[in-house]
T-cell receptor, first 108, second 114 residues
Framework: GEDVEQSLFLSVREGDSSVINCTYT??????LYWYKQEPGAGLQLLTY?????DMKQDQRLTVLLNKKDKHLSLRIADTQTGDSAIYFC????????FGSGTRLLVRP | DTGVSQDPRHKITKRGQNVTFRCDPI?????LYWYRQTLGQGPEFLTY????????KSRLLSDRFSAERPKGSFSTLEIQRTEQGDSAMYLC????????????FGPGTRLTVL
């Protein structure tokens, strides 16, 4: 979707940190999300952040929100091969608007 | 398993045939959403229900598409006179009334129109 932009591809070495970035256009969005999709599977909700927050940490995941720049990022610490998947950024007021996804490849 | 379920998981059909997909939401989830995902893209919103009421339909949902949720539980999505452009993954999601902002997705139905 043109309302949400993500880079297409990211490759990291196992054990390194991954940072996936997203920019969005809708300033009225209430919640912003990161979903994970493995091949042939549905979407798994990883984490979300309310628009009045600027950071949320959940175990290996850290979400940063810069509302002024409409920029959202997901940092995965100690990236594992099982983290290889497509990661979607999305925002909503009720329906979800998704980006095109970032394919994360974790090299052993 | 108490997640969102969808049936069938895969459907291959010939152009011009009708197909119907089913989605069973998580118990007590009153909102149910349908999305379509084509290869290399993120999901796109099609329609959603609150209980049995269909509250919004996307412009993507042409006249050949119809969705129902007759008793406010499971939902069906029917595509009439399928076209090759209908080939996609059809995803269903549901949300609980106390956290409508959190949508949980099913595994999807992959449709291939030959």
């Amino acid at each position: 979707g043109e309302d949400v932009e993500q880079s297409l591809f990211l490759s990291v070495r196992e054990g390194d940190s991954s940072v996936i970035n997203c920019t969005y256009t809708d300033s009225s969005s209430t919640y912003l999300y990161w979903y994970k999709q493995e091949p042939g599977a549905g979407l798994q909700l990883l984490t979300y952040i309310f628009s009045n927050m600027d950071m949320k940490q959940d175990q290996r995941l850290t979400v940063l929100l810069n509302k002024k720049d409409k920029h959202l990022s997901l940092r995965i610490a100690d990236t594992q091969t099982g983290d290889s998947a497509i990661y979607f950024c999305a925002y909503s007021s009720y329906k979800l608007i998704f980006g095109s996804g970032t394919r994360l490849l974790v090299r052993p | 398993d108490t997640g969102v379920s969808q049936d069938p998981r895969h459907k291959i059909t010939k152009r011009g045939q009708n197909v119907t997909f089913r989605c069973d939401p998580i118990s007590e989830h009153n909102r149910l959403y349908w999305y379509r995902q084509t290869l290399g893209q993120g999901p796109e919103f099609l329609t959603y229900f609150q209980n049995e009421a269909q509250l919004e339909k996307s412009r993507l949902l042409s006249d050949r598409f119809s969705a129902e949720r007759p008793k406010g539980s499971f939902s069906t999505l029917e595509i009439q006179r399928t076209e090759q452009g209908d080939s996609a993954m059809y995803l269903c999601a549901s949300s609980h009334p106390r956290s409508t902002y959190t949508q949980y997705f099913g595994p999807g139905t992959r449709l291939t129109v030959l």
